[in-house]
């Protein structure tokens, strides 16, 4: 597998403050990478400094192509789509109409429409709400949105930071199931920040573990689940 | 009766030219949080813009389409060359340089036109239309012509995919980057936009005020207390506030205090809507927690 991603001698930083240091990291095309740590380890950044909103130094490649040096609205345009904590919904605009800026950068009107339709039919509570304003949307479906708001982007590369955060479990589960199946039949590249690791690692195939913005860990999905050390710190046994 | 009718129908007329100049406020309030004082003054300068070009013999609809044009440049220039240096400066730095923004521009026209008043011709007949003794040409002609402009806007912003994105990074900036939307541009469009309509306004009013750099003084005020009326942040509102204004200006104008103290109603509505309902009657109500 080629890798999608790649993440050499990253910091990042929020004024003088500084948060991530000397990341390296490695994205494969195709595959579920998920980025694990507690509160404040570095995750969202790690996310944000991709989508260049924060200042980072170090190289950010995407496919070979150098991006920490492009501005966030052209980052988009070189198929990084970015679902940010907090959903980013456009409250006083519908359903729909979150949908359709999501798709802001591409031309081709029909295709639009055939990805739009094909949103309504992975998540079909966003049909019944499509001329909804969409602030009034449960978190589930304004998760959803997000997601699909996204997705609307036909993006390589999919960020995701806590999807499940402040979720009821069943709805998370949905969601999941959700994004698994955009990742098979899409082949879309998913970056995965979640602070639930057991039900991150179930999803992906690959991760990282993050401590106070250093990389401590990384390996297969199934080699940090069975990680004595992770065991007892991430997963509660 | 007849003249009461006149009088509603005068007013519906310049309310559309404060609801014109409302909408601009309102445009720029809500993707910057920030009261544009040199609206009424872009306006001014483009009205005699628009009067140049009809004295070096341009047809009156082509100076009227090449001005919105210039106004819209303009607009959009002063966005990027003045007001984004001080995008994220402290509020008061802002209204600083609105005022500066207001006072250049006002003595440029002076200088450049000098503060004689001017006549500036109206588009439509003298006449008044099918022997109406109701309603003015000119009236009922700036009356169309907000409504067509009000028309236009609303299906720009409802339909086009560039009217969409322009009222997303005014809601949510971060987001919007996040889809690929240059919200900086978007802001200059916006402030584009506002000065078009102004100018609109601003060639609207000019046959009724006449034409001298401090014309719009007052249209300004009235299109302040139209914005506030309907609430600042709601475009439907300033319309409506603005019609209101405009209809109960001429009728107290014409009835209870006579012409000299018409202004004052705009001071008057200003305040009173402040104290009662400062968010105005279409507006959010916002409760933030101190």
Not at chain 1, 90 to 105: I, K, M, P, V
Request: glycine share 10%.
């Amino acid at each position: 597998m080629s890798i999608l991603l790649d993440i050499q001698h990253l910091n990042a930083n929020y004024g003088a403050t500084q948060v991530l240091f000397d990341l390296n990291l490695q994205i494969h095309e195709g595959g579920i990478t998920t980025l694990l740590g507690a509160n404040g380890a570095g995750k969202t950044t790690t996310l944000r400094a991709v989508s260049q909103m924060v200042s980072t130094t170090g190289t950010i490649l995407l496919g070979g192509i150098q991006i920490d040096s492009l501005a966030t609205e052209d980052i988009v345009r070189h198929g990084v789509a970015h679902v940010p904590d907090g959903r980013g919904t456009f409250t006083a605009l519908t359903t729909e109409e979150n949908l359709r800026l999501g798709s802001y950068t591409r031309t081709s009107k029909a295709e639009i429409n055939a990805d739009l339709e094909k949103m309504f039919t992975y998540f079909p509570r966003l049909k019944e709400r499509k001329d909804q304003q969409a602030g009034t949307l449960s978190g589930g479906e304004q998760q959803m949105l997000a997601i699909a708001r996204a997705l609307m982007l036909r993006p390589r590369l999919l960020l995701l930071d806590e999807p499940s955060f402040g979720l009821a479990p069943l709805i998370v589960r949905e969601i999941f199931q959700i994004m698994s199946a955009i990742n098979q039949s899409d082949r879309v590249t998913i970056l995965l920040v979640e602070q639930n690791a057991a039900l991150a690692l179930d999803l992906a195939d690959h991760a990282y573990l993050l401590e106070a913005g250093r990389l401590v860990m990384s390996g297969s999905a199934q080699e940090l689940q069975n990680d004595p050390a992770i065991r007892r710190s991430y997963l509660g046994d | 009766m007849e003249t009461f009718i006149h009088q509603i129908m005068a007013g519906i007329a310049t309310g559309g030219i404060y609801a014109a100049l409302a909408l601009a406020l309102v445009m720029i309030y809500q993707s910057t949080h920030h009261i544009n004082f040199a609206q009424g003054e872009i306006a001014m300068f483009a009205t005699y813009l628009a009067w140049l070009l009809i004295q070096a013999g341009v047809p009156y609809w082509l100076a009227f389409f090449c001005t919105i044009a210039i106004a819209f440049l303009l607009g959009v220039m002063i966005q990027r060359l003045v007001i984004r240096p001080v995008e994220k400066a402290p509020v008061l730095n802002v209204v600083v340089v609105f005022i500066g923004l207001m006072i250049t521009i006002n003595s440029l026209a002076g200088w450049f036109f000098g503060f004689t008043i001017k006549s500036f011709p109206s588009p439509f007949p003298s006449h008044p239309p099918f022997g109406s003794s109701y309603v003015s040409s000119h009236e009922l002609g700036s009356i169309s012509v907000t409504l067509a402009l009000l028309i236009t806007l609303f299906l720009f912003f409802r339909y086009t995919s560039l009217g969409l994105a322009m009222r997303a990074a005014a809601q949510n900036p971060e987001s919007s980057r996040l889809v690929g939307i240059r919200v900086g541009w978007m802001l200059a469009l916006g402030w584009g936009l506002a000065a078009g309509i102004g100018a609109v306004a601003g060639m609207m009013v000019a046959p009724v005020v006449f034409l001298d750099p401090n014309m719009m003084s007052g249209v300004l005020l009235y299109a302040f207390a139209a914005a506030l009326l309907g609430g600042i942040d709601s475009p439907g509102g300033a319309v409506i506030g603005g019609m209101v204004v405009g209809v109960l200006e001429n009728l107290l104008g014409a009835y209870v205090i006579g012409t000299e103290l018409k202004l004052t109603v705009a001071m008057l509505l200003i305040i009173t809507v402040l104290v009662i309902r400062p968010s105005g009657f279409f507006g959010k109500v916002i409760v933030s927690r101190v």
